[in-house]
């Protein structure tokens, strides 16, 4: 199974204000959706609506106010094996091979070594790093780095992929090229997917849906279905159609 389910979720913080004082600031109220089995789905908004809290609570990260997160409906009461997590920060063991740090999970797993050793080299393939199976991070770039971590996520064989503005810190070639190779990856495994992204190009090029997430607590605004073929052309009319209606939705201008 692979299939994510967000009801009635809650996030609130309690501030400081003034010595004696506090305020409850809401960030997010009453956010349900789905992500589907081999579904695509990404969120897209402004910063500081409480795109990141909503993964992060999808992880199991940081506890909801209200609410609940369901993987294959079981309820979401911590970090588990059954979502992989890649974030904006390639998060890599520095002192571990390109091989290394994909099986690090699977040691979690209780994998045995030649096992491991079979399924990492199977990922190293996928992301498309033959030939790197001995580096370590330092000698890799942006791009190179965030398939490392795209790989370990997926190599432990979690039934929802939560991504974090993945491409974020990467420039603008490197990012539409790992745009192209997760849109590969994604067919190869049909995996499920939860994407948070602030490009509206980004969202559009890789996702089956994409919901719009705004306002003060922020709600879900819009769900919209991308039908265009794969791959996609970004200069297709369609395509810019869509990118209208997520400006429209978000109120500003894509990146």
């Known amino acids: 199974m692979g299939e994510l389910r967000v009801e009635n979720l809650r996030k609130s913080y309690q501030r400081k204000e003034g010595w004696n004082t506090t305020r409850s600031l809401r960030v997010f109220d009453n956010v349900s959706f789905a992500v589907r089995e081999g579904e695509f789905v990404s969120i897209i908004g402004p910063s500081g609506c409480g795109k990141s809290t909503l993964l992060n609570l999808s992880a199991g990260l940081d506890p909801a106010t209200g609410g609940a997160v369901y993987v294959d409906d079981h309820k979401v009461q911590g970090p588990g094996l059954d979502r992989g997590v890649v974030f904006q920060e390639f998060a890599l063991f520095p002192w571990l091979t390109v091989v290394g740090n994909i099986e690090f999970g699977l040691r979690s797993k209780g994998v045995s ?8 080299q199977h990922y190293v393939k996928l992301v498309g790093l033959s030939g790197f199976e ?3 991070p330092y000698r890799l770039s942006g791009g190179m780095r965030q398939r490392v971590g795209i ?8 039934s929802v992929l939560l991504m974090d503005e993945p491409f974020g810190a990467l420039d603008a070639q490197t990012r539409e090229s790992m745009q192209k190779a997760l849109g590969d990856i994604w067919q190869a495994t049909k995996k499920t997917v939860l994407f948070i992204t ?24 819009l769900e919209l279905s991308i039908e265009l073929p794969r791959p996609r052309n970004r200069h297709d009319d369609q395509f810019r159609s869509y990118e209208s209606q997520l400006e429209q939705a978000i109120g500003t201008t894509a990146s």
């Open 151 to 158: 790989a370990r996520a997926l190599a432990i064989e979690p």
């Open 113 to 120: 070594a030649a096992e491991r050793h079979g399924i990492a």
């Open 198 to 221: 602030h490009d509206i190009r980004e969202a559009i090029y890789l996702s089956d849906r994409v919901l719009v997430m705004n306002g003060r607590p922020a709600t879900i605004s």
């Open 134 to 136: 001995n580096f370590h």
